[in-house]
């Protein structure tokens, strides 16, 4: 049977010593009343579920924008990049994916490229699902270049219980589409920022599932505008 086919799916690493504090904490809380030990349980079980990382299959197609996150499409608008990306001051399309306590966190490049720049940035924890919050909250931001020369960002967001921004790449590195880059602990938002001419092919609304759901397709002619 396949990893993916199996409902205990690998933890992350960063999960670790989360699991095991939870973990120690509730053999204290058995020790002291079964009922609050039973409760500990419950949320050790949560932690190790919260840092889940499964294994994703991506399309192979090239070309494909996919998407960085597991959750909700909660916004797709016009929007200017973050200024410490360095990128150009005009806006481009942005599709936000809310992902709640729910959803596995580990985060994957939506596209194949180098790492023109990482950028973080501190700042507020309000809900990540209202659109101020990829202005004012705790970000961090991957500029990548595509081949071809054309670029994409994405954004970690931190959200209301979110408290810790996880990446794992540097400028300089390259990415597949679908690999592994970062993680947000405990509720936050993946914004993408789609090249200019490019149309997503999602609505607000659609479940997302992380490095195999895809967003948008760079050289797709957009049918809507009769493009």
């Keep these: ?67 960085p996150a597991d959750g909700i499409v909660s916004l797709i608008e016009p929007a200017v990049p973050p200024a410490e990306l360095g990128m150009a001051d005009v806006p481009l399309t942005r599709v936000s994916v809310f992902m709640s306590v729910f959803n596995c966190h580990v985060n994957r490049a939506p596209v194949a490229g180098e790492i023109v720049s990482v950028a973080y940035r501190p700042g507020k924890f309000l809900n990540a699902s209202l659109d101020k919050a990829s202005v004012d909250n705790e970000r961090n931001g991957l500029r990548i270049r595509m081949e071809g020369g054309r670029e994409l960002a994405v954004v970690q ?55 195999e759901t895809v967003i948008a397709v760079l050289d797709a002619q957009d049918d809507r505008t009769g493009a």
Excluded: N
């Design 1 to 67: 049977m396949r990893m993916r086919d199996t409902f205990i799916k690998p933890m992350h690493r960063e999960g670790i010593r989360f699991v095991a504090i939870f973990a120690a904490v509730t053999l204290v809380l058995f020790l002291l009343w079964a009922p609050l030990g039973w409760i500990g349980l419950g949320l050790t079980i949560w932690c190790y579920y919260f840092f889940r990382d499964p294994e994703r299959v991506t399309p192979a197609r090239p070309g494909l924008v996919v998407s």
């Design 157 to 211: 967001i931190a959200g209301l219980v979110a408290r810790r921004i996880v990446c794992f790449v540097k400028p300089g590195e390259r990415l597949a589409t679908g690999e592994r880059f970062g993680l947000i602990r405990f509720g936050s938002r993946l914004d993408v920022y789609l090249p200019p001419g490019v149309a997503p092919l999602v609505s607000i609304g659609q479940t997302m599932v992380a490095g």
